[in-house]
T-cell receptor
Framework: SQQGEEDPQALSIQEGENATMNCSYK?????LQWYRQNSGRGLVHLIL?????REKHSGRLRVTLDTSKKSSSLLITASRAADTASYFC????????????FGKGITLSVRP | DTEVTQTPKHLVMGMTNKKSLKCEQH?????MYWYKQKAKKPPELMFV???????INESVPSRFSPECPNSSLLNLHLHALQPEDSALYLC??????????????FGPGTRLLVL
């Protein structure tokens, strides 16, 4: 069963605008990761944020984590057409034998 | 070298065929994974090998048989598959063998069609 649920399921924006994607999860986590997948290809890791961190940046990406609300957001600033992809949050549930569980994903379309 | 390679890129097989998917990484990673991804769905974990030993099997049908010959190679042997097994099969690896706690590096996938 999926641990993370992204919101919205699809997002369409103009090039240059910012894109904000949200992920909610149900149980305590050790960390949360965001991945990108271009159509029909492998996933690319974007950012890993640990449960004791609140915010991380990587280039045009900003990720926040609110463990009290069990939610995370991914902000892509100054979007480009090349950012068009599916974005997944993935969580590692606290406890033994941890594994990465992916949310349903968000489809981002950036119009030139 | 930060690349995970997978062969073949595409595979079409009949339900009576036996085929294998191959995955290779040269990053010195100690954990390797197989995921299955259906169209417009998230990847679903199938198997995890940690330090060359099978550590997680997500109740995958026996017609899928993983093999880890060494720390750089991961195979998925396919036999008597069903049409519903058609999907993108993704291989991934991570550094220390903690499946949920590390960045995973994915290959480009093998797109499998079962007729």
């Amino acid at each position: 069963s999926q641990q993370g649920e992204e919101d919205p399921q699809a997002l369409s924006i103009q090039e240059g605008e910012n894109a904000t994607m949200n992920c909610s999860y149900k149980t305590s986590i050790n960390n949360l990761q965001w991945y990108r997948q271009n159509s029909g290809r492998g996933l690319v890791h974007l950012i890993l944020i640990r449960s004791n961190e609140r915010e991380k940046h990587s280039g045009r990406l900003r990720v926040t984590l609110d463990t009290s609300k069990k939610s995370s957001s991914l902000l892509i600033t100054a979007s480009r057409a090349a950012d068009t992809a599916s974005y997944f949050c993935a969580t590692d549930v606290s406890g033994a034998n941890s594994k990465l569980t992916f949310g349903k994903g968000i489809t981002l379309s950036v119009r030139p | 070298d930060t690349e995970v390679t997978q062969t073949p890129k595409h595979l079409v097989m009949g339900m009576t065929n036996k085929k294998s998917l191959k995955c290779e990484q040269h990053m010195g990673h100690r954990a390797m994974y197989w995921y299955k991804q259906k169209a417009k769905k998230p990847p679903e974990l199938m198997f995890v090998y940690s330090y060359e030993k099978l550590s997680i099997n997500e109740s995958v049908p026996s017609r899928f048989s993983p093999e880890c010959p060494n720390s750089s190679l991961l195979n998925l042997h396919l036999h008597a598959l069903q049409p519903e097994d058609s999907a993108l099969y993704l291989c991934a690896s991570s550094q220390e063998g903690w499946p949920g706690r590390e960045t995973q590096y994915f290959g480009p996938g093998t797109r499998l069609l079962v007729l």
